[in-house]
């Protein structure tokens, strides 16, 4: 092994990236990743082509590079432009009572995607996985899945063209039909391959990724989609998802569907730093929607790691370090005025601004936010969560 | 390696037992096969106690050693003398259209079970297994399970009492929870050990042991066994499908339920002689239920291995050699008159009877036999298949 391959080794060791483990000895490296998931940069021309056929602005998530990268949504858009819709798939694995602002960036963004495209979804909440991962029983990882759900549902999507289903609910008839499909398909020396499996772990782990990659076809959900097994799927999600559609993508010609096309977003960062996805086990990590406008103020000020200067003299000569500052990654998240974000940059990179205004600033932007949601959610009756998960047909879902 | 090692690996390369292939070089060592899954031999004084407690005598397989290995038959008959009840699980892998005679053993034997005992029923049609195994298609699997079906209802069971599913349609809900808790339980290392599935097998393979684990659990079957957690379940099988109920019994302790006790058969010989299983492959080597009088006269005339003299003069001479003779084996499992079955084999053994002679009273027992097959089959129609296969509740099962 020579150098140059002692680097590189070493490199890679530094930035891990799977369903289960997100870590990074510094930034995550997104251009690094899309090379070596073999997806494509969501570019320029993309975002405004799907401006015109939407007529409608593209959602910041997308004219921001937060949605960053994508498989054949091209192919979604040819078809789309020719009058053929589509369908979209996302979900949630449920191991944890309440969110935080990261868990709420696929859900908003496919809000924005389902109003803008007016296409049905559909929303898998894997209380299986978590069982079976997170050693939680199977009727916590289901009551957690319904409280996800009214979080969910908070977001504001469209009960007459939605279906959200728990796997411990749902799968069986045509879904399992399908799980066998793809098990099929797929050796074991594979998903070791593509998920990192060893033999000590349990036969429960190998089984799961065909639970996940059978939404991504129409003949999943017969009481939706009947007679369409040639409807096109689009996946918005993390980046850390794409081995489960790598290894769909590769199985569906195979057992006769369309490859699902994804939309993939970089992960929203820790208040300590973008070194990964938060995690759920330090809650002064993360902004939570159950948090309160006096603990958003104290996390924000206590923890989101600043790129301001150690001296205010020296912040006034220097200015703000924006590649690392978190108040103003997560203001591009969340902050939707493009000229005011703008204006913070330049200002605050320039020394003009300090950090605690900035601060001040992005806890008023969450809050808002949080309280919104906080509404929203309360809101949410238990006969609204048995609506959206009925299984029923969905007559409107392409108006 | 040592002569005496090489010896043992030279016989245990020679055994092959597992639930896809059964193979030996010579007759199958049954006593071995009890060693090394670590069963116990079904003794006298089990039968007596079965007759006891059922008050009929014992059925023709239990008392001539047909069913000739249990786990844990005495805590099912202790139980059931206290008055605690139990039910039967048992299945089928559709993988062909025709049954032959050995299929129908295990199913014959489950009647006298049920009929004896007076308890309910389960019986699980593996069409996802053979979808997986034999790469028939979903379709083509499902429409064999049912095709099944009808040759088992014809044998008579009591549709009060029996539940008939096939894995495709019933997969989901109570029983997809098991399936999920099992796998949380059960290393690949341990399937691989179990099963001797390697690298290259598909993750389908790797998935299904769980699917034939959970019927031995009556929370999987909440119309019939709903607040009955702790109902004991007994499961008469060949002893080809011990490895599964080894896993299964590993692990129901751990997730609250009773260890399913086993009643295990040996394999109805091929008419080759006996080596193993018979061949789905091979027609001849099989007596079908749907063979005419005239097709089980030939194939017994042709093919069924005599321990017959080569002449006439030899075999009044020295008599049959009855240990490897089929005719004679077939009729121990299908001639129910014992004072017959004794006559038939001290004169052919002393050479009184000719091998021609016992092969025509064979054909006699076996057209009787499946012709009431068939007749018991073509009075079943689609309607009777659906009340077996309907996921009702049971009022009466244990009457």
Redesign the interface.
């Known amino acids: 092994m020579d150098k140059n391959e002692e680097k590189q080794r070493e490199e890679e060791r530094e930035q891990v990236v799977s369903p289960w483990e997100v870590s990074s000895s510094g930034k995550i490296d997104y251009d690094k990743l899309i090379d070596k998931f073999g997806c494509q940069r969501l570019d320029q021309s993309l975002v405004d082509r799907v401006q015109r056929l939407t007529g409608r602005p593209p959602h910041v998530f997308l004219r921001r590079g937060v949605f960053f990268a994508h498989r054949d949504l091209n192919d979604i858009l040819d078809a789309y432009e020719k009058g053929e819709k589509f369908y979209l798939y996302t979900g949630r694995g449920p191991s944890s009572e309440a969110l935080h602002l990261g868990h709420l960036v696929p859900f908003m963004f496919t809000k924005y995607l389902q109003d803008a495209f007016k296409v049905p979804l559909v929303i898998q909440l894997t209380d299986?996985e978590k069982?079976?991962w997170k050693?939680l029983s199977?009727e916590e990882s289901q009551r957690l899945a319904r409280e996800n759900a009214k979080d969910i549902i908070a977001c504001g999507f469209d009960v007459t063209k939605t279906f959200i289903f728990s796997?411990?609910?749902?799968?069986?008839?045509a879904f399992?039909?399908n799980m066998?499909?793809v098990?099929?398909?797929?050796?074991?020396?594979?998903?070791?391959g593509i998920f990192g499996?060893?033999?000590?772990?349990?036969?429960?782990k190998?089984?799961f990724?065909?639970v996940q990659a059978v939404p991504s076809f129409p003949s999943s959900f017969p009481h939706l989609f009947s007679g369409k097994d040639h409807l096109r799927c689009l996946i918005p999600c993390a980046i850390d998802q794409d081995p489960y559609f790598r290894m769909t993508r590769d199985v569906a010609p195979r057992i006769g569907y369309h490859k699902p096309a994804l939309i993939e977003s970089s992960f929203f960062p820790a208040l300590q730093g973008e070194t990964g996805k938060m995690s759920a086990s330090d809650p002064n990590s993360a902004i939570y929607v159950t948090d309160s406008a006096k603990a958003i103020k104290n996390k924000i000020n206590k923890y989101a790691f600043s790129g301001g200067q150690e001296s205010v003299e020296l912040h006034r000569k220097l200015g703000a370090n924006l590649e690392v500052d978190i108040p103003v990654k997560y203001l591009s998240f969340f902050l939707e005025d493009d000229a005011e974000l703008e204006h913070i940059k330049k200002e605050y990179g320039a020394g003009g601004m300090l950090t605690g205004e900035v601060k001040q600033r992005l806890a008023q932007v969450l809050t808002e936010l949080v309280e919104r949601h906080q509404v929203a959610r309360a809101a949410v009756t238990d006969e609204m969560v048995d609506a959206f998960m009925a299984v029923r047909p969905l007559p409107n879902m392409f108006d």
């Open positions: 299986d069982c079976m050693n199977v796997d411990f609910d749902y799968v069986g008839g399992y039909k066998v499909k098990a099929k398909c797929v050796t074991y020396n594979k998903v070791v499996f060893t033999g000590e772990d349990h036969i429960g190998v089984s990724p065909p």
